[in-house]
């Protein structure tokens, strides 16, 4: 991984092998960097980075999939609620926020392909994209939303039945921003363009004075 050498890089190990995980690539070494929420359930998946910046706080965050049946279902809700205290928390210090990661929701019924199919289906429950508006209620703004409002702008793809080449996807990939800060945000997309994965990459710039 010479290639990676520029990068200071941190990760974030699951307690389960070959289970989920995170990591950061930063040209600019954090002030801090955490990845934890500071509660056992939340914190033994490898699912959290806070890195602290001189001028903004980045989330990197996999949030948990609801499949598997309502125990699972409901760890995520308590994920989400978790996730928005300590949002909130470091939104306190005035700096910017972002928080970025795979949501593992699609917000509206423009964010998926097939949402009357799906009204069922975690990821598009209305239980968890309530989560979605309580964020957007509490002042967090999706970057992407703020550029493209068109449909068919999806970041996941199942591996079955040829969904991406038929572009059957979701977005459930995100960056989102305290609506102080949200001007600071110049550009936000999604790169359809890269293959590799079921999930494709998003991004965001962002100019500081």
Known sequence: MSELTQYHQYWSHAERKGYSGTALLSKIKPLSFETAFGEDEFDIEGRINIAEYEQFIL?????????????????????????????????????AILVAGDYNTAHKEIDLARPKENETVTGFLPIE????????????????????????????????????PRNIG???????????????????????????SDHCPVFVEITLP
């Open 129 to 164: 994209r309530a989560w979605l508006d309580k964020i957007v209620e509490h002042g967090w703004v999706d970057t992407f939303r703020i550029f493209d409002p068109s449909a068919e702008q999806y970041s996941w793809w199942s591996y079955r039945a040829g969904a991406r």
């Open 59 to 95: 989330f990197n965050i996999y949030f948990p999939n609801g499949g598997q049946g309502d125990e699972r279902l409901a760890y995520k809700l308590r994920f989400y609620d978790k996730a928005l205290e300590i949002m909130q928390a470091k939104r306190a210090t005035g700096k």
């Open 170 to 196: 979701w977005r459930i990939d995100y960056f989102f921003v305290d609506q102080e800060h949200q001007t600071l945000v110049t550009n936000a997309g999604i790169r359809q363009d890269v293959m590799g």
